[in-house]
């Protein structure tokens, strides 16, 4: 048996980077994994992975696509356990009097009311069944500031306080909600193709020496999904190879 056998978990950005780790992981676990994504590689992760994905496109920013991503869950599967509210996106690494309005609205839209929506709509089903777990993804960046990401590192606060304050609303009614704070990343936003090694020559200012992978933090993931985190509640989990450690 599995970690998560049994449960349906839903991730969003599945397409691609900690999103599709985190999905051929938990299935490898036992679960059901709805991919949810706007790029439509969701598709591709759901065909690589098997009978226990399912694809679905969604712009999280949406609340009727996230509406109707629910709806979809309950009617094939009848149950949600996990919510990955994973998807997000970068802005430009630029100093804050040189952003514009478009990119505070467009990171704000997908990573903070992505979340908000997302736990909005999925809280309710949650409670009807008892319980189960919440996972946003933040950032290290939403514990420290980033010189050039005043906008991204905002979005990724608001993250850990979305999840910090919606864990004590949800405390008693067993819904465990956790936020996970990635350093820097070999994923898309780093400009990483699937499964492709960073190069030597290209090594972040992070403690441990090197790039953190998809799969390290689909990992932490796991823990925070599966029933071996049942008391873990309202953290925002460093997995940054010590940079915030600093």
């Not at 430009?92 to 467009?106: G, N, V």
Request: charged share 15%.
């Amino acid at each position: 048996m599995g970690r998560l056998a049994g449960k349906v978990v839903v991730i969003t950005g599945a397409g691609s980077g900690i999103g599709r780790a985190a999905a051929f992981l938990f299935t490898q676990e036992g679960a059901r994994v709805v991919c949810a994504d706007v790029s439509g590689r969701e598709e591709t992760t759901a065909k690589a992975i098997g009978e226990a994905a399912f694809p679905i496109h969604v712009d999280v920013s949406a609340a009727a696509d996230i509406d109707a991503m629910v709806a979809t869950v309950l009617e094939q599967f009848g149950r949600l356990d996990v919510l990955f509210n994973n998807a997000g996106i970068s802005s430009p690494i630029l100093p804050l009097a040189e952003t514009t309005d478009e990119y505070f609205e467009s990171v704000i839209a997908v990573n903070v009311k992505g979340v908000y929506l997302g736990m909005k709509k999925v809280i309710p089903v949650m409670l009807a069944a008892g319980g189960g777990s919440i996972i946003n993804t933040a950032s290290a960046s939403g514990l420290v500031g980033f010189k050039g990401l005043s906008l991204y590192a905002a979005s990724k606060g608001a993250v850990v306080q979305l999840t910090k304050s919606a864990a004590l609303d949800y405390a008693r009614k067993g819904i465990r909600i956790n936020a996970l704070c990635p350093g820097l990343t070999w994923t898309g936003q780093a400009g990483a193709a699937d499964d492709s090694s960073p190069p030597a020559d290209l090594v972040p200012p992070q403690p441990v020496g090197r790039w953190g992978m998809p799969d390290e933090l689909a990992a932490a993931a796991l823990f925070l999904a599966s029933d071996e985190s049942s008391f873990v509640t309202g953290i925002a989990m460093p997995v940054d190879g010590g940079y915030t450690a600093r």
